[in-house]
């Protein structure tokens, strides 16, 4: 497969993904929330009565619809790498874009600044500008329309799960209460892509005094079809996850997400595929595309593949 055919389409198609497998994940040992050793003030805290369960998810929908609306007065920086290859082999290629993410006029737009490791040309940006339009033009049309596939929102993601099985823990220093979490058969979805939550399983920690996901992780019970497949397949077993930090002392943004699996795209190639993508640099942001002064952004951390374990192209 054509490096530079992987370069263009699969940038694209692999952040969709991951706003379909939002929710759980099998996570290696070493992946896992930061469970800290309790204290006695801790230990105090975590026997503590359990909140009731059913309550505490309305409130967490809600809190997240909030911070769904606060999230569109900030702009991040995201970096990325996708590597491809063989199950439990070296990969064989990787790609890494650096982006430039915020909302327009209700449109969340990515902008691209990197490709593997190069910045654009002159003429990539001026094409990326175009693109952006484009997608400025249609996305806003479908809002307007009041169309259910523009994007998928985590608040929208909630209603759709059964969550079981509560347990209190300390993650990073702070209570959180963790949920077992299945997507419900019987909840029903607004349009086809909604239905892969449906398909996964996984743990769900929720901050205890923000009443938000602070961390999630899960893994595909079935195959999923993208488009009927003619778009795309995401294999049984595709595990992911997704953390996110608090940011300003009035939001929980996503900081990162990862996932691992067997993905078919076009019809026209299957490999095996891990990717991660890191956000940072998270600043107020206004329609004007200027950036507030006084403040602080949050570290500023690049991803980049791992070039020993990546074999050249034949």
């Not at 300390?170 to 959180?176: I, P, Y």
């Not at 997507?183 to 005094?209: C, R, S, Y």
Request: hydrophobic share 35%; charged share 30%; aromatic share 6%.
């Amino acid at each position: 497969m054509n490096p530079s055919f992987l370069s263009r389409r699969l940038p694209l198609l692999l952040p969709f993904m991951f706003l379909l497998v939002w929710s759980t994940l099998s996570l290696r040992p070493q992946d896992a929330p930061s469970v800290i050793p309790a204290t006695p003030t801790m230990r105090e805290e975590e026997s503590k009565p359990l909140p009731d369960l059913e309550s505490l998810m309305v409130a967490v929908q809600k809190h997240q619809e909030r911070d769904e609306s606060v999230e569109r007065n900030y702009i991040y920086r995201s970096a990325t790498v996708v590597e491809f290859g063989e199950k439990d082999e070296k990969p064989k290629h990787a790609l890494s874009t650096v982006d430039e993410v915020y909302w327009y006029e209700g449109v969340r737009v990515v902008r691209s600044l990197e490709r593997d490791g190069k910045p654009l040309t002159t003429e990539q940006q001026a094409k990326e500008s175009e693109r952006i339009n484009r997608r400025i033009a249609s996305r806003r049309d479908k809002v307007r329309a009041k169309r259910d596939d523009v994007e998928i929102p985590l608040s929208r993601l909630l209603e759709l799960g059964v969550f079981t099985s509560p347990r209190r823990e300390m993650v990073n220093g702070r209570s959180a209460i963790a949920v077992a979490f299945t997507g419900n058969p019987k909840a029903k979805t607004h349009n086809d892509n909604e239905k892969i939550i449906h398909q996964v399983a996984g743990t769900v920690w929720l901050d205890e005094a923000d009443l938000t996901v602070q961390h999630l992780e899960g893994r595909l019970l079935e195959n999923f079809h993208v488009g009927g497949g003619m778009v795309a397949n995401i294999g049984k077993g595709t595990t992911f996850s997704m953390s996110k930090r608090r940011v300003n002392d009035e939001i929980w943004l996503t900081e990162s997400l990862e996932m691992r699996g067997h993905f078919r795209l076009l019809l026209l190639f299957a490999t095996d595929t891990h990717m991660r993508m890191q956000n940072s640099d998270f600043r107020k942001f206004k329609a004007t595309s200027r950036v507030l002064p006084g403040i602080t952004p949050v570290g500023d951390t690049t991803l980049k593949p791992d070039k020993d374990k990546i074999e050249e192209p034949h």
